[in-house]
């Protein structure tokens, strides 16, 4: 199957697109589930996730109540559907990315860092233990730009700064991670602590595992939070179901 775009979701986004626009899926066709899409595409549930968001992002798809994603018409005016697309930077990209840069940067900051840096980061640290969820980003944030400083790269700092403005800035990032958040995912104060005691102890190694650790488990954290909302959709229909049947018992009950 020919793929165009620039980024891997993006093929794949555009492809689907291209063959809504071609009539393989019909308004209210629902789409073939993320495995077998995968297998199709030859990606990971990643990219399909990045894929199938973006898509609902722009109209071309959506969810209806757990039961899946559906073509909603095929219609999206003049113009390629992956101009349409308008794309931007995956949330899945993004982090892949923060766990080749950051994991670096903590490896070089374990040699670097100064006593005063280590004190700000321990403070920082113990922000991230806070009940005040704003707080918490905020803190989560400073943590590993802090850490990007301690290297004593400007070009390092400016490359961990650039991705993590990204989160905000790419519309398909953003989109991800309000749903994490909206599923109440937020920064863990323990998958952080493990940096700063790689950093005291000066080993390169350990920084560089404890920073790929945590990255990699925001990528769990993503995929859960965007797997959650078809579990919350699907929840939500059996109680409405279940309302309807309760209230149909109930009709002539003495």
Same mark, same amino acid.
């Given at each position: 199957?020919?793929?165009?775009?620039?980024?891997?979701?993006?093929?794949?986004?555009?492809?689907?697109?291209?063959?809504?626009?071609?009539?393989?899926?019909?308004?209210?066709?629902?789409?073939?589930?993320?495995?077998?899409?995968?297998?199709?595409?030859?990606?990971?549930?990643?990219?399909?996730?990045?894929?199938?968001?973006?898509?609902?992002?722009?109209?071309?798809?959506?969810?209806?109540?757990?039961?899946?994603?559906?073509?909603?018409?095929?219609?999206?005016?003049?113009?390629?559907?992956?101009?349409?697309?308008?794309?931007?930077?995956?949330?899945?990209?993004?982090?892949?990315?923060?766990?080749?840069?950051?994991?670096?940067?903590?490896?070089?900051?374990?040699?670097?860092?100064?006593?005063?840096?280590?004190?700000?980061?321990?403070?920082?640290?113990?922000?991230?233990?806070?009940?005040?969820?704003?707080?918490?980003?905020?803190?989560?944030?400073?943590?590993?730009?802090?850490?990007?400083?301690?290297?004593?790269?400007?070009?390092?700092?400016?490359?961990?700064?650039?991705?993590? #403005? $990204?989160? =905000?800035?790419?519309?398909?990032?953003?989109? &991800?991670? +309000? /749903?994490?958040? *909206?599923?109440?995912?937020?920064?863990?104060?323990?998958?952080?602590?493990?940096?700063?005691?790689?950093?005291?102890?000066?080993?390169?190694?350990?920084?560089?595992?404890?920073?790929?650790?945590?990255?990699?488990?925001?990528?769990?954290?993503?995929?859960?939070?965007? #797997? $959650?909302? =078809?579990?919350?959709?699907?929840?939500?229909? &059996?109680? +409405? /179901?279940?309302? *309807?049947?309760?209230?149909?018992?109930?009709?002539?009950?003495?």
């Amino acid at each position: 199957m020919k793929i165009t775009g620039n980024k891997l979701y993006q093929k794949v986004a555009a492809s689907i697109a291209e063959s809504i626009e071609d009539g393989r899926w019909s308004p209210g066709t629902r789409l073939p589930g993320e495995r077998d899409l995968a297998e199709e595409y030859k990606v990971s549930r990643p990219t399909i996730r990045e894929a199938m968001i973006a898509l609902e992002m722009r109209g071309w798809i959506e969810a209806r109540h757990g039961s899946g994603l559906y073509v909603t018409r095929r219609d999206h005016g003049p113009g390629r559907p992956e101009d349409a697309l308008e794309y931007d930077i995956g949330a899945f990209d993004l982090t892949e990315a923060r766990i080749l840069f950051e994991g670096e940067a903590i490896a070089l900051a374990a040699v670097t860092i100064s006593d005063e840096q280590l004190a700000e980061l321990q403070g920082i640290l113990e922000e991230m233990g806070q009940d005040d969820e704003a707080a918490v980003m905020d803190a989560d944030r400073r943590f590993h730009l802090a850490i990007a400083s301690a290297t004593d790269n400007a070009a390092i700092r400016g490359v961990v700064e650039y991705l993590w #403005e $990204l989160r =905000a800035k790419s519309p398909l990032s953003a989109n &991800i991670f +309000a /749903r994490a958040k *909206k599923g109440g995912i937020t920064p863990r104060i323990e998958e952080h602590r493990p940096m700063v005691e790689a950093l005291r102890a000066r080993d390169p190694e350990a920084a560089r595992n404890a920073m790929r650790a945590h990255l990699r488990t925001v990528v769990d954290d993503l995929l859960e939070a965007t #797997e $959650l909302e =078809a579990m919350e959709r699907a929840r939500n229909e &059996i109680d +409405a /179901r279940r309302d *309807k049947v309760s209230r149909r018992l109930n009709i002539g009950a003495a």
